[in-house]
């Protein structure tokens, strides 16, 4: 299984971004899938996540209302439409896909914000948000 993450770039503040995260298995409309960022010299950070059905999507305080996770299954492509671009959103953006499945929406909400649930990682595309 690979994850092939894209879109990013230059932007200004205030501006529009959509990432894109391919993924080479059919099996990944099966999967939950999340946005990380990781900034320069700082650790990764979990930004936003759908759950397995689709039907769920969770997002760390500093985005909502900002970005949008989304999945297109035809496609097997999970979107992050970015808006309202701040300069603190710079940051290598990496897609990843988590294949277990939780008993309890309160569980998967605990485990989908945490790296180390994930199974299989996109390479990451860069953004900068910068005038």
């Known amino acids: 299984v690979q994850l092939q993450a894209s879109g990013g770039g230059l932007v200004q503040p205030g501006g529009s971004l959509r990432l894109s995260c391919a993924k080479s298995?059919?099996?990944?409309?099966?999967?939950?899938t999340a946005w990380f960022r990781q900034a320069p010299g700082r650790e990764r950070v979990f930004l936003a996540a759908?759950?397995?059905?689709?039907?769920?999507?969770y997002y760390t305080d500093s985005v909502k209302g900002r970005f949008t996770i989304s999945r297109d299954n035809a496609k097997n492509t999970v979107y992050l439409q970015m808006n309202s671009l701040k300069p603190e959103d710079t940051g290598v953006y990496s897609c990843a896909a988590d294949a277990a499945a939780y008993v309890t929406t309160e569980i998967e909400n605990y485990r989908l914000r945490m790296g180390a649930s994930y199974d299989y990682w996109g390479q990451g595309t860069k953004v900068t948000v910068s005038s």
């Open positions: 298995s059919s099996t990944f409309s099966m999967d939950a």
């Open positions: 759908m759950s397995r059905s689709g039907g769920r999507a």
